[in-house]
Each structure stands twice: as C-alpha cells, then as structure tokens.
C-alpha cells in the first residue's frame, strides 16, 4: 500500500518554455502533498505543500509564480515549472499522505534539464 | 543550528557488518521519527517509522528512540551490498501528513 507514482521520470526542455510534472497517489487518498526538490549529494528542500482543493503554501524563498502546483483531486496534484531556465534544473520529487497513513510516502521522482 | 543534525558521512563498511546510523535533534516537540533510504536517482522509501521512545525491529532493521537524549538510531544487521544508499532520518510533531524535518542523510557503502 501507500504507492505514489510521478510523470514523467526525466524530461528536457529549452529554456523559457514550461514543463509540467505529475504526481498521482494510487492506493490511497492524499489530503496533502508535498513537492520537494533536490540537488546532488543534497538533502530534500521542501517547496511548498498543498492540500486538496486549497491554494498551496510556499516555504520561504520558493517562487509561487515560477512553481504551480495545483492539487484538484484526492489522487492528483501537478507542479508547473513556468519559464524554465537551467538553474531551475534539479530533481523534483513529491509526496503524498492522505488520513489513512501515518506519514508520507514519495514519489520515485522527476529528473529536469533546462537546456 | 540545524533543528536535525546527521553525519553526512560516506560511510563504508564490509559486508555482513553491522550498522549504526545515528541523529541528533534539538526540537523537544518531535513524537514521530522516521527513516528513509534513498537509492541513487530514486525518491526516499520508508523504511521504519516510531513514535516515542523505544526500540522497533524490522527483519534486519532496528529504529531506536531516546526522547530524553534527543538521540535516535538506525541499525542494520548483516549488511548487504544492496542496502548501499543513502538514509535519511525525518521527524514531526503530529502524526500523518505533516511537514518533516530531515537530517542532511548518511551515504552507506556495503564492500563485498
């Protein structure tokens, strides 16, 4: 149980252009996810947490405008990376818990590469 | 000073050794802690999860509390090839879906 899936595992894209990325929860019902992004030999920087059918909180320092995430049903949440530049490349990897689960459970993750 | 402190290591050990992996925290608030293993280009895997102080024991795995010290612990007996990762220790103050705090994470090398 507590499987949460991400689309798509790696993508390239050309600076200036947006790229959308997917995270579905798919035995279970997320009230919350979480987007987190990391850098190598880094630890999880948290970005920003949303909740079903609310607006999602950003942490300090995070982008709101740069970084949508949108989280319009209990299985489904997206994080769009608007105007992508290479310094926006990274590895973006999302959790998920729901009330059925004692913690969060991630995501394999999103490889980015802003060209 | 960071709120969950970790050894990033690398740590390198010979198959079959036994493991420590060890945070320190600094929140007295903290009921739930985890660990995490992240294999190279992967999301983190839940691998124990406690609440409170105590000893949890899972096949090879051990998670320790010590809420008095502000000490937890991960071991891993009979260390295998295939445990080399990197782990991370997480913790909150509630239950569920909540904001975790993360250690930096411990690189582990098994050597056959």
């Known amino acids: 149980g507590a499987v949460v899936s991400q689309h798509p595992s790696w993508v390239i894209c050309k600076s200036g252009t947006s790229v959308k990325i997917e995270c579905r929860s798919l035995?279970?019902?997320?009230?919350?996810m979480f987007w987190y992004r990391q850098f190598p030999k880094q630890s999880l920087m948290l970005m920003a947490t949303?909740?079903?059918?609310?607006?999602?909180?950003?942490e300090q320092g995070v982008e709101k405008d740069k970084f949508l995430i949108n989280h319009a049903s209990l299985t489904l949440s997206t994080l769009t990376v608007t105007s992508a530049h290479p310094e926006d490349s990274s590895f973006y990897i999302c959790?998920?818990?729901?009330?059925?689960?004692?913690?969060?459970?991630f995501g394999p993750g999103t490889r980015l590469l802003v060209l | 000073q960071k709120e969950v402190e970790q050894d990033p290591g690398p740590l390198s050990v010979p198959e079959g050794a036994i493991v420590s992996l060890n945070c320190t925290y600094s929140?007295?608030?903290?009921?739930?802690f985890m660990w995490y293993r992240q294999y190279s280009r992967k999301g983190p895997e839940l691998l124990m999860y406690t609440y409170s102080s105590g000893n949890k024991e899972d096949g090879r795995f051990t998670a320790q509390v010590d809420k008095s010290s502000k000490y937890i612990s991960l071991f891993i007996r009979d260390s295998q090839p295939s445990d080399s990762a990197t782990y991370l220790c997480?913790?909150?103050?509630?239950?569920?879906?909540?904001?975790?705090?993360f250690g930096q994470g411990t690189r582990l090398t098994i050597n056959p």
């Open positions: 997480a913790m909150s103050v509630i239950q569920g879906a909540q904001k975790l705090v």
């Open positions: 035995d279970f019902q997320a009230t919350t």
């Open positions: 959790s998920a818990g729901g009330r059925t689960q004692e913690t969060q459970y």
């Open positions: 929140n007295s608030a903290f009921q739930y």
């Open positions: 949303s909740n079903e059918g609310s607006k999602a909180t950003y």
